[in-house]
């Protein structure tokens, strides 16, 4: 069974450390696939080994990271192969193209688009404009009407859903939940459920990296007092 193990440090996991455990795990079994992961995006805590396995033991496209074993939490994630596409569309139809995101499933509409509504596909430069490039920038967010298998999505199909914008008013909560703290602050960055963003405290004037919790609410990665 092909399972990486690397030692996590008692903080919160990011995508980005997912990504790099990720790229390890496939480099030792010859596979350079593109890790599908927001590198801002903040998952638990862990003190013990991150475990990346594949979900499908047939497929590198689908990977699983876990936390300790038996696993105290785990996620799934996608990979894409990019030389395998290259090599299929051809060099010539190539300097024409661009890989443009296009929905994988029937999206319905209020649906909050996850990773797997999507897939990467190459398409024209007429077809790719004002289309995404990038998965990121679409996970997380609602559809804003309702979306058929293999359509391009592009900005007016899709509804901003964050739960922080930049210049909101937020609520600093920290403490445990026997103690808890609360103070003003204002959001200097957007962010997701989950997402980093930098927060200013209205009273201090400090500026520190928080978690989003809830729309709204942030919980401080540092001190701010």
């Not at 790099?20 to 998952?43: D, P, T």
């Not at 979900?55 to 395998?84: H, M, V």
């Not at 210049?167 to 600093?172: H, M």
Request: proline fraction near 2%; aromatic fraction near 8%.
């Amino acid at each position: 069974m092909n399972i990486q193990m690397l030692c996590a440090e008692e903080r919160l996991i990011f995508g980005a450390d997912i990504k790099k455990i990720a790229q390890s795990y496939l480099a030792e079994n010859g596979i350079y696939n593109e890790i599908l992961v927001s590198e801002k995006r903040a998952y638990f805590s862990c003190n013990e080994q991150m475990f990346i396995t594949q979900k499908n033991p047939s497929s590198w496209y689908t990977l699983q990271a876990s936390c300790g074993e038996p696993a105290r939490w785990s996620i799934s994630f996608r990979t894409q192969d990019n030389a395998l596409e290259t090599q299929q569309i051809g060099h010539d139809n190539l300097s024409n193209s661009v890989q443009i995101v296009f929905t994988k499933l029937n999206i319905p509409k209020g649906k909050v688009i996850e990773l797997d509504d999507l897939v990467m596909k190459w398409a024209d430069f007429g077809t790719a404009r004002d289309a995404y490039i990038k998965l990121d920038n679409i996970v997380g967010q609602k559809a804003k009407r309702n979306l058929s298998r293999d359509t391009v999505i592009k900005a007016r199909h899709i509804l901003a859903n964050n739960a922080v914008n930049k210049n909101d008013a937020v609520l600093i909560i920290s403490g445990s939940a026997a103690i808890r703290i609360v103070a003003y602050g204002e959001a200097l960055s957007d962010g997701k459920v989950g997402d980093m963003v930098l927060v200013r405290n209205s009273s201090s004037l400090k500026q520190f990296k928080a978690i989003v919790t809830a729309e709204k609410k942030v919980s401080p990665l540092t001190n701010i007092n």
